[in-house]
């Protein structure tokens, strides 16, 4: 067992981090505050590769492993976890769902400009009345021959009004059930294809959040993903990779709001010395310091199961389980270490502890993820 980096990924982990801090810092608050998506910023991230990165270089991509992923995503969502929930949704979704599962003619024409953030991607499955049941979508794609017809409304989608590329899940034979589902690359601007209202959230409130709406869309078949009826198990098979990165998103919110609370504890004095040399502050930050440690270390054991292409579904379920649980509890105690000023927007503290609820929730809520472990370890 090896604990030690490669140059390599060191080297991402830096990049990653002088971005965040002269990028994506400047401004994060006005975002959060105007729900404005860091358009710039995402556009220079996809520029320096953080949007197509384990992606094959022959599609433009970085060609790198999931461990350098998961170092990328803990250092942007430290500052921006609007910024890194793109990067997420695209890079591990949309750009990973359709270089595995993609026809060579799909990953020519979709797969190369998501690679480099010329364009965004989304992944298109909850609906009003499927969230955590994903195969009761009301969505329809029905079989013309040449075509599928699709209908229906998506609710919650991640890039919603950025994305030019969706991967759209809908059921195509009712009665196949969950086999009669289909996934389709919608474009925008296809006839019939309207985006909603962006959702006004309690957190990640610079993520472009909306509703879908498609009616009598016309998609050509050769943009179904896998055989007819293999919707589902794409949508599974691709949310346990996005877990990951979500998991390293819980972990970077952790590990940014513990960075200031650090910081702010050897500064801010009370009964005559730095709050840091009361040992009720010390203990709490040895909790912080110990949880994102285990964090860290199941995001990256899931990323190296990933990387060396064994089962990873139950280790990314563990590890977004975990690390979303790191994230909100070491919040709430950076809030509680910055006193007063943790209350509000200027400390960044306040925004770290409303970012990090949405990480218990998408991509499948913390009761899923102890479904599909314990189905794992019931087997
Ligand atoms: C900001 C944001 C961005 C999102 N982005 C995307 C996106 O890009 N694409 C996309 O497709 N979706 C996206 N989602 C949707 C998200 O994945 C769903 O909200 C989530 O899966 C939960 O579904 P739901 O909201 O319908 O809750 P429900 O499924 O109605 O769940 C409500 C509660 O019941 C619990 N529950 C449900 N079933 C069970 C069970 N069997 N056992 C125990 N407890 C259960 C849940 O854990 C939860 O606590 C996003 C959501 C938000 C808020």
């Not at 729900?35 to 970085?62: A, S, W």
């Not at 599928?148 to 590329?165: D, E, P, R, V």
Request: glycine share 10%; proline share 2%; aromatic share 8%.
């Amino acid at each position: 067992m090896n604990f030690e980096l490669t140059e390599e990924q060191l080297a991402v982990q830096q990049a990653a981090r002088e971005f965040a801090q002269s990028e994506l810092l400047p401004g994060v608050i006005e975002r959060d505050e105007t729900q404005t998506f860091p358009l710039e910023q995402v556009k220079k991230m996809g520029e320096l590769g953080f949007l197509g990165m384990m992606v094959d270089p022959k599609y433009n991509g970085g060609g790198m492993d999931t461990v350098s992923y998961v170092l990328a995503m803990e250092e942007i969502s430290k500052i921006d976890a609007s910024a890194s929930v793109c990067m997420s949704v695209n890079n591990s979704l949309v750009c990973w769902g359709i270089e595995k599962y993609g026809t060579e003619e799909q990953k020519q024409k979709y797969l190369k400009p998501l690679a480099t953030g010329e364009k965004i991607g989304a992944f298109c499955l909850s609906e009003p009345e499927a969230g955590s049941d994903a195969t009761s979508q009301q969505t329809t794609a029905e079989d013309k021959g040449d075509y599928y017809l699709l209908n229906g409304t998506k609710n919650w989608i991640t890039n919603g009004n950025t994305a030019s590329i969706y991967l759209v899940i809908a059921q195509t034979d009712r009665e196949k059930g969950h086999k009669g589902i289909n996934c389709l690359i919608v474009e925008k601007g296809m006839d019939g294809f309207v985006v909603g209202k962006k959702e006004n959230k309690l957190g990640i409130r610079g993520s472009d959040t909306h509703s879908l709406m498609f009616t009598d869309v016309k998609v050509p078949k050769e943009n179904r993903i896998g055989d007819d009826g293999f919707g589902f198990k794409f949508a599974m098979s691709t949310l346990n990779g996005g877990r990951i990165g979500i998991a390293s998103q819980a972990l970077g919110i952790a590990s940014g709001a513990y960075e200031l609370a650090l910081a702010y504890s050897k500064e801010r004095k009370a009964f005559g010395k730095p709050i840091s040399q009361h040992q009720a502050i010390q203990f709490k930050l040895a909790d912080m310091a110990t949880e994102i440690e285990a964090a860290r270390l199941l995001c990256l054991k899931a990323a190296h199961l990933k990387d060396q292409k064994k089962d990873f579904g139950k280790a990314s379920a563990m590890a977004k389980l975990f690390a979303s649980k790191v994230a909100m509890d070491t919040t709430i105690e950076a809030v509680q270490i910055h006193g007063g000023y943790g209350y509000v927007k200027e400390y960044h503290v306040e925004r770290l502890m409303r970012d990090a609820k949405i990480t218990q929730i998408y991509e499948g809520t913390s009761e899923i993820q102890k479904i599909v472990i314990s189905r794992e370890l019931l087997k």
